[in-house]
């Protein structure tokens, strides 16, 4: 009961995108899960979109066009994503943090090119 209320209020924000399962049944059109199990029997499954990336990257984009290294940025962006999606996965989720060694990252891969 609490994972469903928890899928139900990120749905209700908007976070949720749902997929189609073998049942061949659609989501509803606003998107907020059907009472009981409908949507469990219909094979939907809700994933929660995740941005904690957006800040960080937008922020590292902003000092690096300051810099004049925009072009730069661009090529190393694939680099730096995977690099901050790992920092998420070891646990760190401070939009700052992942700014600053984002930043440094970037410091190191311009310097091997």
């Known amino acids: 009961m609490k994972l469903q209320s928890t899928i139900r209020r990120a749905a209700d924000r908007g976070n949720a995108v749902w997929r189609v399962g073998a049942g061949g049944c659609r989501a509803p059109k606003n998107k907020i899960i059907a009472r009981g199990t409908d949507w469990q029997r219909c094979g939907l499954t809700a994933m929660v979109t995740i941005n904690i990336l957006d800040k960080p990257i937008e922020r590292i984009r902003e000092t690096c066009e300051m810099m ?7 090529r190393a962006l694939p680099e730096l994503e995977t690099f901050l999606e ?8 401070s939009e700052a943090r992942l700014t ?12 091997r090119k």
Do not use: H
């Not at 004049?68 to 661009?74: L, M, Q, S, T, V």
């Not at 790992?86 to 989720?93: H, N, Q, S």
């Not at 930043?103 to 190191?108: A, N, S, V």
């Open 68 to 74: 004049g290294a925009r072009d730069k940025f661009e």
């Open 86 to 93: 790992a920092e998420i996965a070891r646990g760190e989720t």
């Open 100 to 111: 600053y060694d984002g930043l440094c990252f970037l410091k190191e891969a311009f310097a």
